[in-house]
Nanobody
């Protein structure tokens, strides 16, 4: 399973960005999909998760500002980020629980940089 993330960039505080991440390759299914973020010197932290059925969960720091969604037909997950703050600056990674003939495991995308600055 390969994950390709897009949509990072530079945005002013209060602005919006939309990240997307598409899964490709040979797999039986993609279950939960998530976004994580990481800043220098800190551990990667969960931002939001969405199950295949559409149930969502958010970190407290982004609740009400970020929205995770997915298109199961395209095996793609999105993260709409509104009211961005400088503390949202990070490298954002997508994660997917993929099921292949070898079993289920987590897969990671390459990361896309989001910078919130005036």
């Amino acid at each position: 399973v390969q994950l390709q993330a897009f949509g990072g960039g530079l945005v002013q505080p209060g602005g919006s960005l939309r990240l997307s991440c598409a899964a490709s390759g040979r797999f039986l299914s993609i279950n939960a999909m998530s976004w994580y973020r990481q800043t220098p010197g800190k551990q990667r932290a969960l931002v939001a998760t969405i199950t295949k059925g559409g149930n969502t969960n958010y970190a407290d720091s982004v609740e009400g500002r970020f929205t995770i969604s997915r298109d199961n037909a395209k095996n793609t997950v999105y993260l709409q980020m509104n009211s961005l703050k400088p503390e949202d600056t990070a490298l954002y990674y997508c994660n997917a629980r993929g099921v292949t003939l070898q079993g289920a495991r987590d897969y990671w995308g390459q990361g896309t940089l989001v910078t919130v600055s005036s």
